[in-house]
């Protein structure tokens, strides 16, 4: 199997590598100092915007879009790239890269009208506006979709919404002008897969009620947020509904396979940093009498995290390249593996490095503690490993232990 990388995609490699080395390494703190002040907390702040502009003028931007809207990258050809903007867990927005865009404007690419296309796809393109993504709910196991409750009810020309969710990733942003809401327009279908329906949702439609920005360990993820929203009569025009009646399973599987594979390539990226910083602090800190490089439970764990990385990088990019060869429907199983490893993985190195870092690796100096809470919640985001668990073990028992390559 051959994963040598395109002729544009290594020249993209180098290009992002030196536009983190060279603008975004220097401000990662000053980004997090500009998102601290609360009457602020949730505008996208100056370093960020300015970083948006350069990179744009520099044709760094929409690198995860093939076809018109992006150059044209390979799911294999994108994803060092995506590695290299993983090191900074706010990166990937510097190149309108970031979720849920992605996500939405893939939807919206994928399944969207011209009109549609029109309204919310070109400024989500051109880094104008931010989106949201609603489809978890409080009060179901939202782990199965065909349990979610809110409801999406015709009424001449509109649909009327009426729902509670929460950890809609990206809402609390005031640059997020549309919301991307996934409901019941048939419950009563005796197929459980054709009851739901995604809709579009202007934010400030009225009846669209942010609760509270929900914390994840104790982080807000400002300025982006992952709000608690309750829908009460929420009324949108019919020609808001995405593909159709029924469709809403059909576009979420479509939306979060090639999501999942987007936070695996990220969060290498974030485990290959970890062992970067687990390799210096072992040379520069001395305990009992040595370096802690030399101590052998030390170099244990920098081999092992070295070695798991290299395996699900390998598995990374194997799930891409069957995308490529045939398809995210073909990849499934590929995709759903490489989301049992990589979240998993990556929170194992980045716990080892807090770990060699002291009480410096729990604190505010280095981004390990930021980055522990973003692996560990990916076990859960987008379909926790239970599920992924249960979907790949029934195919191999179907296939009787033999996976398509």
Known sequence: MDFQHSARSLELQQRVRQFMRAHVEPVEDLYYEQVKPEATRYKTPQVLQDLKRLAREQGLWNLFLSGEHGPGLTNLDYAPVKEIMGRILWAPEVFNCSAPDVGNMEVLANYGTQAQQERWLKPLLEGRIRSGFSMTEP??????????????????????????????????????????????????????????????????????????????????????????????????????????????????????????????????????????????????????????????????????????????????????????????????????????????????????????????????????????VYARFIRIGDGPDQVHLAAVGKELIRRGGVMGG
Request: net charge neutral.
């Open 139 to 372: 009060q179901v196991a939202s782990s199965d979709a065909t349990n979610i409750q809110c409801a999406i009810t015709r009424d001449g020309g509109d649909y009327i919404i009426n729902g509670r969710k929460w950890f809609t990733s990206g809402a609390m942003n005031e640059d997020c002008e549309i919301l991307i809401v996934m409901g019941k327009t048939a419950p009563d279908d005796p197929d459980r897969h054709r009851q739901q329906s995604m809709i579009l949702v202007p934010r400030n439609t009225p009846g669209v009620r942010i609760v509270r920005d929900m914390l994840t360990y104790g982080y807000d993820d400002a300025p982006a947020g992952h709000p608690e929203i309750v829908y009460e009569n929420v009324r949108v025009p019919a020609e808001n509904i995405l593909l159709g009646e029924g469709r809403g399973f059909e576009i979420a599987q479509g939306r979060l396979g090639p999501g999942r594979i987007h936070h695996c390539m990220r969060l290498i990226g974030c485990a290959q940093r970890a062992l970067e910083l687990m390799c210096q602090r072992s040379v520069s800190r001395t305990a009992f009498g040595k370096p802690l490089a030399e101590q052998g439970s030390v170099r244990e764990d920098i081999a092992n995290s070295f070695c798991e990385i290299a395996q699900a990088r390998l598995l990374t990019l194997q799930a891409a390249d069957k995308m490529d060869r045939e398809g995210n429907k073909a990849a499934r199983d590929l995709i759903a593996a490489a989301k049992i490893v990589v979240p998993g993985m990556a929170a194992r190195v980045i716990d080892r490095a807090i770990q060699i870092h002291g009480a410096a690796g729990v604190s505010q100096d280095t981004f390990l503690a930021r980055a522990y």
